[in-house]
Nanobody, 125 residues
Framework: QVQLVESGGGSVQPGGSLRLSCAAS????????MGWFRQAPGKEREFVGA????????DYADSVKGRFAISRDNAKNTVYLQMNSLKPEDTAVYYC??????????????????WGQGTQVTVSS
């Protein structure tokens, strides 16, 4: 079984930065498309970004494009989400997810096979 463990969440002021990490174990990390999603209270889980197996392709939600960046280190079985210029509306629980059947599924949470437990990000002054 693949386990995903997120870390790096916390509280930050508007305009600040955070870097989330997601460490994977128990599977072949380099073969997985990885995604980041978030869920705010009372809202549905939404796509944030995704990265292809080798890291050559990334895609982002329009709401975070230009502010967030995904990267991965396959040697460390870890994917990262660098979040800059944070806004109060970025407040949510952030989840990493792995292994949708096709990269084209990257925006839809349903096809992802594995999920982490989530990490809280709060942006407030």
């Amino acid at each position: 079984q693949v386990q995903l463990v997120e870390s790096g969440g916390g509280s930050v002021q508007p305009g600040g930065s955070l870097r989330l990490s997601c460490a994977a174990s128990g599977g072949t990390f380099s073969s997985y498309v990885m995604g980041w999603f978030r869920q705010a209270p009372g809202k549905e889980r939404e796509f944030v970004g995704a990265i292809s197996w080798g890291g050559g392709r990334t895609d982002y939600a329009d709401s975070v494009k230009g502010r967030f960046a995904i990267s991965r280190d396959n040697a460390k079985n870890t994917v990262y989400l660098q979040m800059n210029s944070l806004k109060p509306e970025d407040t949510a629980v952030y989840y990493c997810a792995a292994d949708p059947p096709y990269y084209s599924d990257y925006e839809d949470p349903a096809p992802y096979t594995y999920w982490g437990q989530g990490t809280q990000v709060t942006v407030s002054s």
